[in-house]
């Protein structure tokens, strides 16, 4: 069993997703980028006062602009993962009859557990391969909920537990059944959304029993009671893509995680810089679109037993 807790406490809740991604703009850049920036600043402004033309110093502007929003566009995909998906998008799925050792693919197919499965840990939902549950609590100066202490302000990850095992895929492409290494100590990107099961507000900071359990098993103790509790998890039987390296054992297909990061390349119709990626890329799929759908549907059954409040 691979256990992915704790992997983003205390970072703001955008940027608390598991990322294994190398940073989309390289630091050299930005050192290259901030003193050209007050270069042309300066020279611009020097223009406006002693030539008396705003040309230059409006278009330092508007270049500038465009710039800082393109800065800022990949980051934000990069901080949600969001650049992942489109790559993932990008890629046709392999077929695993004439795939290679040590090749990258891309197959799609139905989840099923291996030896070992996992547990959601608020709703209980038995036999999923991932599993992850995200507390959130609304700081303000100070906040103790948290493992460690903090001055963020916002909503801000203080507690998580993340599993995921090795598990089996049937390729909708090939029939072929393949082997998915994800426990072990693997490196997972899960493109997964997680279903909101507790909000609580000034108005409503009462807590369930149940929560109030949940919270002391995991010596966590309510601050100011402004918390938000979400689980999200990949179930046997849902619809899987998995993106790693295919591995031979006996005749048998093993998918395990890149030894090396690759890279996605450039997206420029979606306006995004390359960057690498280390980890086996595990997202649920839907038949009724790209988007990424939460498979937390599939156990709303046994998520009806569980107080939401």
Not at 148 to 166: K, N, V
Not at 223 to 230: D, F, M, P, Q, V
């Amino acid at each position: 069993m691979n256990d992915l807790s704790d992997t983003a406490v205390g970072r703001p809740q955008e940027s608390s997703v598991d990322v294994h991604i190398c940073h989309p703009v390289p630091k050299t850049v930005v050192y290259v980028l901030v003193p050209l920036f007050a270069f042309s600043l300066a020279l611009s402004l020097f223009i406006l006062v002693a030539v008396r033309n705003a040309v230059f110093f409006v278009a330092f502007l508007l270049l500038s602009s465009l710039v800082l929003a393109f800065l800022v566009w990949n980051a934000r995909n990069f901080r949600s993962n969001r650049g992942v998906l489109f790559f993932l998008s990008t890629v046709p799925d392999s077929d695993l009859r004439t795939a290679k050792d040590g090749q990258l693919v891309k197959i799609t197919g139905f989840a099923s557990c291996g030896s070992l499965s996992v547990e959601s840990s608020y709703e209980k939902v038995s036999r999923c391969i991932y599993t992850s549950t995200k507390l959130y609590e609304y700081r303000g100066i100070i906040s103790k909920l948290a493992k460690i202490s903090s001055r963020t302000f916002g909503w801000t990850l203080a507690f998580q537990e993340s599993f995921a095992t090795d598990f089996f895929i049937l390729d909708k492409k090939s029939g072929i059944t393949a082997a998915v290494k994800a426990g072990q100590s693997t490196k997972i990107i899960p493109l997964i959304t997680e279903t909101t099961l507790v909000h609580t507000t000034r108005r409503t900071a009462a807590v369930s029993p149940y929560l109030k359990n949940w919270l002391g098993e995991r010596n966590l103790h309510l601050e100011n009671g402004l918390i938000r509790l979400e689980e999200g998890y990949i179930k046997e039987g849902c619809s899987l893509t998995v993106m790693g390296v295919l591995t031979r054992n006996n005749g048998v297909a093993v998918i395990v995680q890149p030894p090396e990061p690759f890279s996605m390349g450039c997206l420029w119709r979606k306006f995004l810089l390359p960057f690498d990626i280390d980890a086996l890329i595990l997202r649920v799929t839907d038949r009724g679109g790209p988007e990424i759908v939460p498979c937390s549907s599939l156990g709303q059954d046994a998520a009806n037993e569980r107080p939401r409040n």
